[in-house]
């Protein structure tokens, strides 16, 4: 049984459910609007990456490269996209 | 079909290989999906007209279970992968099936979520807040629902078939959407509840 | 009869029911051909259940073809139009119609497929691979595309032409403005396309990426499947985009929503700012490949090796993101402040540093080679000039505070055709002359080929330089007529005889195709131009498995050094070769996705959920269904390398 359940993904789960807590906080306590957000881009991402490597196994091939390539492609393209995006219409309207 | 034997049994043919490597380029497709959604609901998202705002009708309590369902069956679903990989069908089979369960309970909650919207009067029509809100959860939700009925077919190929390099493949595969979808359930809970909420 | 009153078309035109009639000829005609000659088993055994990335691709290359000559009468409409003051030869509505419809077809149901259909052909042997990744979503892709482009082209004839232009922006292609089903068709039928295209986008990177002969490291690749690669991640990373801004749209039409109204919130700009983020890079997608085409035979015909591969390759890259960080010049007019606007100009001007780079490469690739002026040649020679004089306007267009004057003119026009024909459709000509004996056994007559480039280059300078000048002088865009008094009368009838000349240069084509199909030598073995890679190397015709035996890679030109070098390409034994099997699910899919989509744009709901499910019993049957492909035995392979003039050494 014990085998079934291995340690990495075991405190894989555990460290989740404390980032979740973490992000919580903004919710009950009463921060700044910088403070709050930087608090959620941070679990956030750590969040992400978490899945990416301990769970989805991004890493356990010689592809690793193409395959973190490519994430990371689209992760630039796509802060690229929000912010840009927020940058004329939000920032500079 | 050349086997190898060094390797885990969905990667173990060309093929294999190939499918899983081509579903981690489409996962990059699904990244910019997503982030297309978040891109106008950043921009729409103070954009009510004269309908509720998102701090009106945000509710914390169901938010939080559907956060913990999906975090507890991406772990679940992780862990019938482990299984597979130790040739235990019978465990990831069960593990599998908690997976969708727990993803079922998730998909209620939503669907619950969604008639109160309707109820405090945000529809899909009332604003351009409401549109890429209930857009951006809706996509995301029919991603799940779509998973509920492909994880449904593989586990009934798995009992079926039994552990084959191509139920291994696709059941590997299968793992890596339902990761990706909380990954993006993640971001819809901080950047659209949490900071809707703050 | 009321169910049917939405299928009539809202503005009708002799023109239209004309084009109702010869389209119900043309179906009668193919279907009696198709049985009188008794063909139906052989189309859908042969082609339409086909996996082989090499049918797919002329399938592509036959439907981009066709599409370019209806995209081809639109364009000489509007010219004609546009050839005299106060013409009345077209009425505005149709005039937006027609430029629509125009714009559409020939990006993406003629550039488009057409990049495909080389993609699909030639990617595979430069790499040396039996086919793709995925031959069956190959053949959905394909299919896709087709049932798109098939549903985009009944609009005219039932319920109505999209009207609100190729970018539809909001609130113009909202409801309110643009009433009939047309623009719901723009919307439908550019997502299921679109589709196909993403599929495409994944399929070639994992090909290129996973699939290369042995010995062919990423800095050995060919230079047209380095710009498919880097094409095809643009269009994973953008084609998203596009789907999620056309889904809000559909549901602005069809559901009532506020993206993009201009009330309850709803903001028009965000529809014009999704479509750029997709449609910039769109045109990168565009003009990659057909850079790497023009590389390929750029050192073909100069005998040299490609000058600058390093810098190819890292221009190509670097224009991948700079492609994504561009778009919002194409609204600078827009209303944003001045920083963004400085922000866009900026990174739009340093797109011109990796292409100009890309100039110099071809250049240098043509300095002191034995340059042979064939057909190919030509294009690729009379493409540097033009293209970079649409290059040097496109600098000028990207200085936000001069884009007040410039934006919406025909100046505007002007230049992005000037990018588009001598960058892509002289591309698509080239390739399909230098391919074309890989393709058919025989090769396309040079002297009729010369007369084509010819007519093509000289109507496409009469056609749009003088647009330059009436689009500085205020002649704007998408305007149907204009009064005497404003003088560009002349130019514009200038235009219109050069747009004259592009299509006798069109129909050459047709008639070069005939006349070799008639009368060009079948005996000109498998490699007539004395090329250097890889997919020169097989036979010709080309078999089903490409290659009897995995080719080995030694250097960028493999092919080149095996002939003068003595590299051994094929080292090792004959051995089976496994294929995969065809299939009928992806026409089939493809067909119900046309009914879905012609469902959603008359909204006739019980319909749409019926070929919904229908969908989705598709992908069912996929999933249970085993199909392990079969296997060529080695008998097989021997009797068809003999058959096709022996193994190949």
Redesign the interface.
Known sequence: MKELFPAKQVMGFVFSLILTAIALLVYFLDLSFTAGLTILVVTAFIQALLQLVVFMHAGETKDKWAIYGNVYFMILIAMITIFGTLFLFVWDM | MNLEHSQPLEYSTKQNDLNIFGFWIFLGAEIMLFATLFTSYFVLENRTGSGPAGSEIFEITPVLIETLLLLTSSFVIGLGIHAMRLGKTKAMISFFAITLLLGLGFLSFEIFEFVHYVHVGAGIQTSAFTASLLTTLGTHGAHVTFGLFWGTAIILQVKKRGLTPETANKSFIFSLYWHFLDVVWIFIFSFIYLKGMM | MEFFERFAIPHPSPAIYASMVVIALTVVAIIAGLTYFKKWGYLWREWLTTVDHKRLGLMYIISAILMLFRGGVDAIMMRAQLATPDSKLLDAQHYNEIFTTHGVVMIMFMAMPFIFGFMNYIVPLQIGARDV??PRLNAISFWLFFMGAMLFNISFVIGGSPDAGWTSYFPLAGTDFSESVGTNYYMIALQISGLGS?MT???M??TI???RAPGMTLMKMPMFTWSTLVAN?II??????L???L??GT?DRL?????F?S?????D??WA??FW?WGHPEVYILILPAFGIYSEIISTFSSKNLYGYTSMVASMVIIS?LS??V??HHFFTM???A??NS?FSITTMAIAVPTGVKIFNWLFTMWKGKIRFTVPMLYSIGFIPLFTIGGVTGVMLAMSAADYQYHNTMFLVAHFHNTIIPGVVFAMLAGLTYYWPKMFGFMLNERIGKWTFWALSIGFVLAFFPMYITGLDGQARRMYTYSESTGFGPLNMLSFIGAGIMAIGFVLIVYNIYYSIRYAPRNIGSDPWDARTLEWATHTPVPEYNFAITPAVNSIEPFWDAKKKKHVLFPEPLKKI?MPNNSGMPFILSAIFFVWGFSFVFAIWPLLIISTLGI?ACL?CR??END?GHYISLEEIEETEEKLGGAKK
């Open positions: 990744a995925f993403l986008g994944i399929n990177i994992t990426l996973k699939m991640l994973v990373t953008v084609f998203p985009v789907t999620v801004a889904a809000m549901m559901f009532a929503t506020n993206f109204t009330s309850n919130g709803g903001m700009m965000l700012n999704l983020v993101v994504c960080l778009w919002a209303g944003q402040g920083a963004s922000f496994h989705f069912a999933s249970f392990h």
